[in-house]
């Protein structure tokens, strides 16, 4: 054989193997997501079991099981605990193949699992944490945010308050990344709006007496007691602070980050007025009622959808839009969420809104205060809206970002 004809054949042979590797590559239409959250304890609530019904809502959705793919969920309870949460994410992507792991409340939780998702080249739909350091700081080819963070609650809420005259500020604050970042994000927007801090206490995740920390906030005198916490924690503490009379005493509650689920939990006369910043409320408009009586049909309790819930719902839909858009599984997370960034987003529960280089969905964010049980008009009418944040002013500037992946 003569070296010409050696290269010729070389090159026939890759050629071949190039049309061999396409087709195969475009009929792999097997997707597998799993959904990793608190699904027994202070955030079961505003994700646990009914993010999953979110999730497969999305799939069938999608409309790809009509075109043939086989979409599986598998789902897991991290405990609220990192090591746990990488433990099950671990198992999930070597032994049953996952391809994209959903949800994550806990920051401590995403943040970690965050890095094994790269490490692995698989993908992580963020709705449930809300540390913005997972599209700052932290960010990766590989996960993105899509439905609220730190940012935006410190932004809405925090900003509103300090303006209509709340100036000086306590922090009760779950010590744990979420927290931190959720105070941290708060105090820099009460401070630049003229605000002072006066102190602040760190408690444990899932405490159960918060009376040494409320007492701290009075004595402190602060006009506003920020709750940097969620969940069980949030739901604790303003109850616990209406038996200290913090709010008859003179002094605001700021629930800087309260689900539906939490309001339900308290019941109106309790949450009455707290104002809290959400992206998403079941009774916004004609597509989100419809969505949320098909997910409450479903749901365990019949619950309404959390933000977080809705969250996840838009953000697999947009993740298999991508996954259709390639032609099938290139078993390449970050190719799959390059795509997802490339693709205009538009779905029926946040409209229209681009996801940045960085990972974070563009969309508006809302001002609401919870109505007076007098105000209400039937199960779950809980909220009135005082006013919308417009998606640039809920998100931090790009500008300002400082996600390794962002151009400057």
């Known amino acids: ?24 590559y475009a009929q792999d239409k097997t997707v597998k997501i799993g959904v990793l959250n608190d699904m027994s304890s202070l955030y079961a609530d505003i994700g646990g079991p009914n993010s999953v019904v979110a999730v497969k809502m999305a799939i069938e959705d999608s409309g ?3 075109k043939g793919w086989k979409i599986d969920v598998v789902s897991g309870d991290h405990q609220n605990k990192p090591d746990v949460g990488v433990n099950i994410a671990r198992q999930w992507i070597d032994n049953d193949k996952v ?12 943040l970690a699992v965050s890095n094994l998702v790269k490490e692995k080249n698989i993908a992580l739909l963020n709705s449930g944490a809300a540390t913005a350091d997972l599209t700052g700081k932290a960010c990766t080819p590989n996960t993105i945010s899509f439905t609220y963070d730190t940012y935006m609650l410190a932004n809405g809420t925090g900003k509103a308050l300090t303006k209509s005259g709340g100036d000086t500020w306590f922090f009760l604050t779950a010590d744990y990344a979420f927290g931190h970042a959720l105070e941290r994000d708060t105090s820099a927007v009460v401070t630049a709006n003229g605000g002072k801090v006066l102190g602040g206490v760190k408690h444990p995740i899932n405490t159960s007496d918060f009376s040494s920390f409320l007492l701290q906030a009075q ?6 007691v920020g709750l940097a916490n969620a969940g069980g924690d949030t739901t604790n503490a ?7 009379g913090i709010v008859a005493g003179g002094q605001k509650l700021a629930a800087l980050l ?9 019941g109106l006369k309790t949450a009455q007025g707290l104002t ?6 079941w ?19 019949n619950a309404m959808p959390s933000m977080t819930q809705a969250g996840n719902y838009a953000m697999v839909l947009h993740y298999l839009k991508a996954m259709e858009a390639l032609g099938g599984n290139p078993r390449d997370g970050a190719k799959v969420i390059a795509k997802m960034k490339e693709l205009p987003t538009d779905d029926p529960l946040f409209g229209k809104g681009p996801l940045r280089a960085d990972g974070r969905r563009l969309i508006p964010a809302y001002l609401f205060e919870v109505k007076k049980p007098e105000e209400s008009k039937g199960p779950w009418d809980y909220y009135k809206q005082i006013a919308t944040i417009a998606p640039e002013d809920a998100a931090k500037p790009l500008e300002a970002s400082d996600c390794p992946l962002v151009k400057k």
């Open 258 to 266: 309260l689900f539906i689920n939490d309001v339900h939990s308290l």
């Open 238 to 244: 303003i109850k616990q602070a209406s038996e200290f």
């Open 64 to 66: 790809l099981l009509k």
């Open 99 to 110: 391809d994209a792991i959903a949800d994550t409340p806990n920051s401590g939780v995403a």
């Open 219 to 224: 004595a402190s005198k602060a006009k506003v």
């Open 1 to 24: 054989m003569t070296a010409f004809t050696a290269r010729r054949l070389a090159a026939l042979i890759t050629v071949a193997g190039v049309s061999f590797a396409a087709p195969a």
């Open 276 to 281: 809290f910043t959400e992206s998403f409320y």
């Open 283 to 301: 009774d916004l408009n004609d597509q989100t009622r419809a969505f949320s009586k098909r997910f409450a049909a479903l749901a365990s309790k």
